[in-house]
């Protein structure tokens, strides 16, 4: 053997060490390399040996989301809470969202993460944590209630591509954008119709309200009318509920109820199955009875037309009213108005039902969002509306000329108007024409009229609001105040019988509400008819509220229908001269 073969077959056998080492090191690198693609991408499939879905199925990881909650101490905590999608769910693009004012949202890829108060986990916290572990990721997100425990957390769900099965009539509402349909723009056909297939996924109705149970849903809505029913068309996976609702604010009056058509509100995920539109509106809809107590203008505002501008001025004219119990009548006397709040004729839900129709909406509100009477609270309207914003928009529609009222020794010599309402059944004035000279002979041009519900209310309204000052008898007549321009003053003559609390609630605080000022006037006993019914030891003369438990009805029938009143003018006379100091130059 010569000693130079084995010198290079060991420099050969180093070449080959060198190489294998490289090649672990290659190996390695790319190994790495691997496993930090993985671990970035879960959704990742870098091998073909599994099927698509199974390892679509093997790399994904939980959703993710988080909820970030402002805390006015500045302290705040997170939890987590994972959600595991549904088997049938994981190849559908799933987009949700958190529609709040006060909170931000964050999309983090698929594990709620909600970020409360400091200190212990309220029950609620702890409920949707437990609702979410529990449920599918297509459910909505847990609820984070603020300070007073009101749920304002909601969530859609959109699906990107109709199903192969889906009805053509479901294939054309896919996510394309809905828009409200603009003044002049004529509704498009059924087969062009468009809504949002975004699912709103709060519930369906709120049946907390002392007043008025309200329903309000978006997506694809459809309104059979001959069966009196909103549905809406729903994820497949969720849930399918249903409501009844009588769309009247006197829920807690079973006789006027009772006059008020019930309408059905539910949720299908059965699109095939739900009623197939007939006409269809780019514009929301507002269901709402004019029946219950409507035909006394009383309750003709603070049953409908308060509650119904503060439900409907969000849409600036560009929704679609519906009513039920309709009364042409009453559709003829509040037509101006109606024509301000919608630019669309209103839908009678009886004649539409009749023809067999069923409309479709963008989203719909059942029911009106009504607060105290003739009163809309700033803090619970969802748009900061308050009464003032109410009297302006009446002021503007039926074209009322004033928004102040005359004032003394403002150089015209003008004497300021008093209006006194005449009523011509029950709760009369006796000495009316006593009354009008004292009125005059404070100051006080006076007018009287007698309020009837056949009045043109364009034509009481301007009377009205030619006025300065208005003096009536407890009755639907005072509603007539809030035609009245801001800063003139309401007199309410109360009839005995303890009923000041009543004559507050319904004409005190909505006139304080409308920038008016207001005179409580409560007459003695000398000055009612009762006196002259019952003995002077009766109950009613010695604790008249304590008849009110004997309910309503007794108290309209007994202390407001059965007397009449004669004022004492001598004690009246300084109500007058206070509701004409009232407009003093300021």
Known sequence: MKPGGSSGRLHALRFESQRFRLLTIVVGCFLISLTF??????????????????????????????????????LTRDFHVDILPQQGERHAHMQ?????????????????????????????????????????????????ADEDNAVKTTAAVEETTARPDQPLEEKNQQQLPVKLQDAGEPARTPEQTVTSHSVDRRPLCDFSDFRTDICDFSGDVRMAANTSEFVVVVDPAAAAVSHKVRPYPRKGDATCMGRVTEITVRATGDAAGAPRCTRAHDVPAVAFSIGGYTGNIFHDFSDVIVPLYNTVQRYRGGVQLVMVNVASWWLVKYDKLLRELSRHAPIDLAKAGAAGEVHCFPSAVVSLRAHRELIIERERSLDGLA???????????????????????????????????????????????????????????????????????????????????LLGVHGAGLTNMMFLPPGATMVQVVPWGGLQWIARMDYGEPAAAMGLN????????????????????DEIFTNPTGLHKRGFAFMKQTLMDGQDITIDVTRFRPVLQQALDNLATK
């Open 37 to 74: 693609l993985l671990s970035s991408r879960p959704d990742a499939t870098v091998f073909s040996t599994l099927s698509p879905r199974e390892s679509l199925e093997d790399a994904r990881m939980p959703a993710m989301k988080m909820l970030h909650r402002s805390s006015s101490g500045g």
């Open 96 to 144: 949700q969202s958190v529609d709040q004012t006060a909170e931000k949202t964050e999309w983090v890829k698929d594990t709620v993460i909600i970020q409360e108060v400091a200190g212990e986990r309220s029950e609620e916290a702890e409920e949707a944590a437990e609702r979410v572990a529990a449920d599918s990721g297509d459910e909505a997100a847990p609820a984070v």
């Open 387 to 469: 009464t003032p914003d109410f009297t302006r928009f009446l002021r503007r529609a039926l074209s009322l000329p004033r928004d102040a009222p005359t004032r003394l020794g403002d150089g015209t010599g003008r004497r300021p108007r008093l209006l006194v309402i005449s009523r011509g059944r029950t709760r009369l004035l006796l000495n009316l024409d006593a009354v009008v000279r004292a009125a005059e002979e404070v100051g006080f041009e006076v007018v009287v009229n007698e309020s009837d519900v056949g009045n043109s209310i364009e034509q009481v309204g301007k009377l009205i609001n030619s006025c300065d000052a």
């Open 518 to 537: 207001y005179i409580q006037y409560e007459i003695a006993v000398a000055e009612s008819s009762l006196k002259d019914k019952y003995p002077a030891g």
